[in-house]
């Protein structure tokens, strides 16, 4: 793989701390959390739980930014130097899924804060923030399919689940609202 990439991020598997059945919270991220093959591929990033690179590339992209979503910030500055990035499949870590609501939020809090910290401030990048906020609910309609066809949870745990996504698209909409017009 260091053949043809300079940046290999590998597969994020989720496992749960605790017995069946699952809560809200870990059945959404069974469902949702870490794809990181699509996050390579579709996105040009990896999360850095699963990211492999060398010092001579660090040293030339220097170090994080905080205040921003950090791995995509980081994996961008490395591939516009010209940096390949590439999944392997045969680099797995496994990251435990959050137990509870209160932690779920704590995450995307920060993710929105993050995203809101690489969106320009300009008007017309407030009111695309607006309007992506906005879809927020219908987001949560179009991924309903994925939670309750999920070949590991349960019928409650796909309640769980679809009433998780519901009530944190809510959350995050307006989260992102507030963002807007502060």
């Not at 170090?63 to 500055?77: A, V």
């Not at 516009?80 to 999944?87: D, K, P, S, V």
């Not at 987001?139 to 019928?155: C, D, R």
């Amino acid at each position: 793989m260091a053949e043809r990439a300079d940046l290999v991020g590998g597969t994020l598997t989720v496992f749960d701390e605790t017995p069946p059945p699952r809560t809200g919270a870990e059945a959404f991220e069974t469902v949702f959390a870490f794809n990181n093959r699509r996050y390579i591929e579709r996105k040009g990033f990896s999360v850095t739980a699963n990211l492999l690179t060398t010092r001579r590339v660090f040293e030339a992209i220097g170090g994080f930014r905080h205040g921003m979503s950090e791995d995509l910030d980081w994996c961008r500055r490395a591939t516009e130097a010209g940096f390949a990035l590439a999944h392997d499949d045969n680099l797995r870590v496994a990251h435990p899924t959050r137990q509870d609501w209160p932690e779920l939020m704590r995450k995307w809090r920060r993710l929105t804060d993050e995203a809101w910290g690489l969106k320009g401030r300009s008007g017309g990048a407030r009111a695309k923030w607006v309007l992506q906020a906005l879809a927020m609910p219908a987001s949560a309609l179009a991924h309903l399919p994925k939670v309750l066809t999920h070949p590991n949870l349960s019928a409650s745990e796909k309640r769980a689940a679809a009433l998780t996504l519901l009530r944190l698209r809510l959350v995050r909409m307006g989260w992102m609202l507030r963002q807007a017009v502060v």
